[in-house]
């Protein structure tokens, strides 16, 4: 489970005095415990993945807003949070891996964008994040 790889690599990173990696592992763990708690139960891989998706998604609107301000020393601290937030993931599909995928799951311009986007975030879960799967069913069914 990730919870216990996060709370290994928080561990290692208090003995290494990281205060970058502490931070951001404190603010998974937490966060994945809050979770834990309102489900009441132990979560699924995909939830964890879900929660910390949650994080890149918040840490990314922070950088939006460190990069409007031109905030250099805020920059570089939310892009180490990111790749340290992205090894908890499972690889990221490109794109066109995307779009593949989609269209073997019958999605065509025909269809819905609700219903579309419903296919491809139960097809492709934790593997893209939502604003790549927007944009590339959007493609889809603009063609």
């Known amino acids: 489970m990730l919870k216990e790889v996060v709370f290994a690599q928080l561990k290692q990173a208090m003995k290494d005095k990281d205060v970058l990696a502490k931070g951001v592992l404190q603010l998974v ?17 995909e939830e964890e993945i879900a929660v910390v998706n ?22 570089e601290k939310e892009n180490a949070k990111l790749t340290l937030l992205k090894s908890f993931l499972p690889e990221q599909l ?3 891996v995307v779009e593949a ?14 219903e579309a986007m419903k296919i491809a975030k139960t097809l492709l879960h ?16 603009a063609k």
Do not use: F, H, P
């Open 29 to 45: 763990k937490a966060a994945l415990d809050n979770a834990e708690k309102e489900k009441g139960s132990a979560l699924t891989n």
């Open 101 to 114: 995928k989609l269209r073997e799951a019958g999605i065509t311009a025909e269809t819905a964008m609700g």
């Open 54 to 75: 949650r994080e890149m998604k918040q840490t990314n609107q922070a950088l939006d807003g460190a990069k409007s301000a031109g905030r250099e020393d805020l920059i």
């Open 94 to 96: 490109s794109e066109e």
């Open 126 to 141: 934790g593997q893209a994040d939502g604003a790549t799967l927007s944009k590339v069913v959007k493609l889809i069914l």
